[in-house]
T-cell receptor, first 115, second 111 residues
Framework: SQTIHQWPATLVQPVGSPLSLECTVEGTSNPNLYWYRQAAGRGLQLLFYSVGIGQISSEVPQNLSASRPQDRQFILSSKKLLLSDSGFYLCAWRPVRIGSVDTQYFGPGTRLTVL | GESVGLHLPTLSVQEGDNSIINCAYS??????FIWYKQESGKGPQFIID?????DKRQGQRVTVLLNKTVKHLSLQIAATQPGDSAVYFCAENGSSYKLIFGSGTRLLVRP
């Protein structure tokens, strides 16, 4: 069966510090991978998605970047965090099957607080 | 594809009653729809999905209804339990790669 991991689970960082959040998926190959951010009491904002190694699409201009160095690894980074980067960050994966639309499965999330 | 909303609409139901959560979707060309449940501090969890060639699909205690004429999706939960308290999101396939999420509904179950 497939599983998705995110770490750390919680993170408190000062403004201006760097960020690295990691997501890994097990039990599948060549998944689509996604990063979302969720502000408190709000919906899901898609930040980045990737259809393969080294392929990153950005949905909104922002202070963050993403990378996919391996097939099942997705990393969210920032060089200098802003207060507005605080939120709940969710990684998701989707199986890729030709001719089929499939759901996305979410990880447990990382709660980021920027002070 | 961004889902926004400062205050989530809330549905309060008595334990044991049936719950109906509604969602209006935007794209008449969407052919796949999903309901997610998100408990506090956790990632969204897949509940049930439906394709546009169906108008009803049943799972364990849950039923999803799709009305393509008015672009409306609903999630029915039978015999609602305290463990059903969560935020529920609908989603439609926006493209080959992306989902478009609704703004969410908070379900509160009164004991």
């Amino acid at each position: 069966s497939q599983t998705i991991h995110q770490w750390p689970a919680t993170l408190v960082q000062p403004v201006g510090s760097p960020l690295s959040l990691e997501c890994t998926v097990e039990g599948t190959s060549n998944p689509n991978l996604y990063w979302y951010r969720q502000a408190a009491g709000r919906g899901l904002q898609l930040l980045f998605y990737s259809v393969g190694i080294g392929q990153i699409s950005s949905e909104v201009p922002q202070n963050l970047s993403a990378s996919r160095p391996q097939d099942r690894q997705f990393i969210l980074s920032s060089k200098k965090l802003l207060l507005s980067d605080s939120g709940f960050y969710l990684c998701a994966w989707r199986p890729v099957r030709i001719g089929s639309v499939d759901t996305q499965y979410f990880g447990p999330g990382t709660r980021l607080t920027v002070l | 594809g961004e889902s926004v909303g400062l205050h989530l609409p809330t549905l309060s139901v008595q334990e044991g009653d049936n719950s109906i959560i509604n969602c209006a979707y935007s794209n008449s060309a969407s052919d796949y729809f999903i309901w997610y449940k998100q408990e506090s501090g956790k990632g969204p969890q897949f509940i049930i999905d439906i394709r546009s060639n169906m108008d009803k699909r049943q799972g364990q205690r849950v039923t999803v209804l799709l009305n393509k004429t008015v672009k409306h999706l609903s999630l029915q939960i039978a015999a609602t339990q305290p463990g059903d308290s969560a935020v529920y999101f609908c989603a439609e396939n926006g493209s080959s790669y992306k989902l478009i999420f609704g703004s969410g509904t908070r379900l509160l179950v009164r004991p």
